[in-house]
């Protein structure tokens, strides 16, 4: 079932590096490589920029930032590169690091190289190829919510995963901080939304729900599969906002990606994986099957899924700065303002609805 392996494409211009400095760095630190590589670029990349280097006795995958400004704490390759080897023995689906480079003068930049994990990974629309049928897409669904699920049950009293996170009023940091973010980010052509960040900041809860290892970014399209066994996930990337906080919190994030089947269709032009496909949950209902998974009460989810929300927005409107400054030519970002002024008037939707 090879034409679901996830394929890397032709280099962007404005992401190209210098090949020969990587791979003389590599050859220092990885056994084995032979020859030069052949670099492509895998597709998404509205963040950190993701690369396939194939030797001919090897794959690896390089993780680089962009080009440009950045937010204090984002883009940061080496703490992604540490937390996922911290979590490597704890969370099998973590690909294994195999070097990380702290030295500037090889790209310019920060970033790791990671094993390859040969597999399917699910973006905007299911391939037929992988022959699910509804009762398949739905245990698909599942599997996806039961792999978050047993990242949440992690044991983060062992002394190599304490650095991770700071734990206890994470909620609180992140109404603080994202809130902080947004502001930074905004753009003459943006709406404000000053009335939602006020929500948030209200209607935020007193204490965090528990203290565990959150992805921060759980999506399909951060999740292979086995091509063979479509059903089996293999591997979980993209940790790079991975820390200890609040696994609701965690849940409201992935939830902000979920277009399902009747959403508006503003909502399904933004979408990036099939969650609207025959089979797969509804928010609310892979919210209760969360809780029934966990035994956290979700009664009152609303909070976290305004959050979510809220956070995408930022993250949607950073990117969008970056274009409005020149900073990147990819032309997919141009539509990006509209999308956080829609993503703000969704919050407000569900808070004009809200019982908080």
């Known amino acids: 079932m090879t034409a679901t392996l996830d394929q890397a494409r032709s280099l962007r211009e404005e992401d190209a590096f210098d090949v020969a400095r990587v791979d003389a760095y590599l050859k220092q630190h990885i056994e084995g490589l032979h020859g030069v590589p052949a670099v492509a670029q895998f597709p998404g990349g509205a963040s950190n920029l993701t690369y396939l280097l194939t030797y001919p006795n090897r794959e690896l995958v390089l993780r680089r930032p962009p080009a440009g400004a950045k937010a204090k704490s ?3 390759m080496l703490r992604e590169a540490q937390v996922m080897a911290a979590l490597k023995p704890h969370y099998p689906y973590v690909p294994a690091i195999l070097a990380a480079c702290d030295d500037t003068t090889v790209i310019g930049q920060h970033f790791y190289v990671m094993e390859r994990l040969r597999g399917s990974i699910l973006r905007r629309d299911l391939p037929a190829e992988l022959g699910l049928d509804t009762e398949g897409v739905r245990k698909l669904c599942l599997g996806f919510v ?7 049950r992690v044991d983060t009293s062992n002394p190599e995963l304490q650095h991770i996170g700071k734990g206890d009023g994470y909620i609180a940091r992140q109404v603080s901080g994202w809130s902080d973010r947004w502001r930074q980010a905004l753009t003459e052509d943006t ?6 960040a006020a929500w948030l900041s209200e209607k935020q809860p007193a204490l965090d729900n528990a203290s565990c290892i959150i992805h921060n970014d759980y999506r399909f399209d951060n999740v292979v599969l086995d091509p063979l066994q479509p059903l089996r996930i293999i591997g979980v990337l993209d940790w790079e906002m991975a820390t200890i906080g609040d696994p609701l919190m965690d849940l409201g994030g992935s939830l902000a990606y979920w277009v399902q089947a009747d959403d508006d269709a503003t909502f399904q032009s933004f979408r990036r994986q099939p969650s609207n496909a025959p089979g797969m949950l509804t928010r609310r209902e892979a919210v209760d099957y969360y809780g029934s998974r966990t035994g956290r009460s979700v009664d009152n989810f609303d909070f976290y899924e305004v959050f979510g929300l809220f956070r995408l927005m930022v993250i949607i409107q950073q990117i969008y700065r ?3 400054l020149g900073q990147t030519t990819n032309p997919q970002f141009a539509g990006f303002g509209h999308a956080a002024r829609y993503m703000g008037e969704r919050c407000r939707r569900i808070i004009a609805r809200s019982a908080l």
């Open 146 to 152: 039961d792999r978050l699920v047993e990242l949440h």
């Open 322 to 324: 970056r274009f409005v």
């Open 191 to 196: 709406d404000p939304c000053e009335d939602v």
């Open 74 to 76: 984002a883009h940061d």
